[in-house]
């Protein structure tokens, strides 16, 4: 009985030494692994600018829309480690469109890029869901002006795209007289729009400082601050569909300089003593033998 106890235990021991071998063998295996932090599976390595250099992967397609007539509605994410400034997204044959260097952060949200007139380029058919569009972007890096080619499965649109930005019906105003300082600014625009304005050229419609009334037609805003000569005023308008104006619309407030007499001017004459001797014009005769100072007036 006690033999059978003794061995029975000596086996137990046997099979709890193996388990913590195969265990032992198990944990060094997996701690000679290395996985993948699925986080960046999209993210550059320390070597971003080399990847930029060579256009790989700098932006991504992650949704597109496209309808009959060849408009095109692209949402891109940045896949860089560094800000990307998009100038301007063509097709192979056909499309081109400029952007006021749209920003795209490094694995920030993605941004909407409408597309006009891509033609049969990006154009879906009747009947179809789908269609494989090809492009070239152009964009700016710390590391300077890159290109990158793209093709993406994109779905097809029910309908037409909105993917025109607002126009902006305005012309400069008259110029205001000396010593105006505000001015109400008033202008139209061809679809209802929310719109904006700055008195620093370029500046992003969603960094503009001041805004017109309201998501309307007809817009206005008191413009403060107006000093002699140029004032201007840099506009850029959102409409329902999120299409920005990619370039300022300028309109300039001008105030006119103050207006001097043109009469001719008189001049004082005074001796030593500072008292007055006499007043001529410019073109008198002078009076010898005196310390003269000359002192022009302009009558008010």
């Known amino acids: 009985m006690a ?8 086996e137990y021991l046997l099979i709890l030494g193996a388990v913590i071998l195969v265990s032992a063998v198990v944990i060094g295996l997996l701690a000679s692994m290395q996985y993948d932090d699925p986080k960046k599976s999209t993210v550059f390595a320390s070597d971003a600018f080399s990847k930029l250099q060579h256009g790989n992967d700098a932006i991504i397609v992650t949704e597109g829309l496209a309808d009959s007539s060849g408009d095109v509605i692209l949402k891109l994410l940045g896949n860089s480690d560094s800000n990307v400034f998009v100038r301007n997204i063509r ?4 499309g081109d469109n400029s952007f006021d260097d749209v920003l795209i952060l490094p694995q920030g949200e993605p941004v909407n890029f409408p597309l006009a007139s ?18 070239v972007i152009a964009f700016m890096t710390d590391a300077g002006l890159r290109t990158q080619s793209l093709s993406s499965l994109i779905q097809c649109a029910q309908g037409n795209l909105d993917v025109l930005p607002p126009v902006i019906n305005s012309s400069n105003p008259a110029s205001l007289v000396f010593g105006t300082n505000s001015y109400i600014l008033i202008f139209i625009t061809n679809e209802v729009a929310n719109c904006r304005y700055d008195t620093i050229f370029k500046t992003a419609f969603a960094n503009m400082r001041y805004g017109f009334s309201g998501l309307l037609l007809s817009h206005s ?10 004032n201007n005023i840099y506009v850029k308008c959102k409409d329902v569909a999120n299409n920005i104006n990619q370039t300022d619309f300028n309109i300039k407030i001008i105030v006119s300089s103050p207006s001097i007499p043109l009469s001719t001017p008189f001049v004082w004459i005074v001796n030593n003593t500072g008292n007055n001797v006499s007043r001529l014009s410019i073109s008198g005769g002078g009076m010898f033998g005196l310390q003269m100072v000359l002192v022009i007036q302009f009558p008010s």
């Open 91 to 94: 097709g192979n044959s056909a």
């Open 118 to 135: 891509f033609g049969d380029t990006c154009e879906c058919t009747a009947g179809q869901t789908e269609i494989n569009c090809d492009f």
């Open 3 to 10: 033999r059978s106890r003794a061995q029975g235990s000596i």
């Open 221 to 230: 805003a008191t413009i403060t601050g107006l000093v002699t000569g140029d």
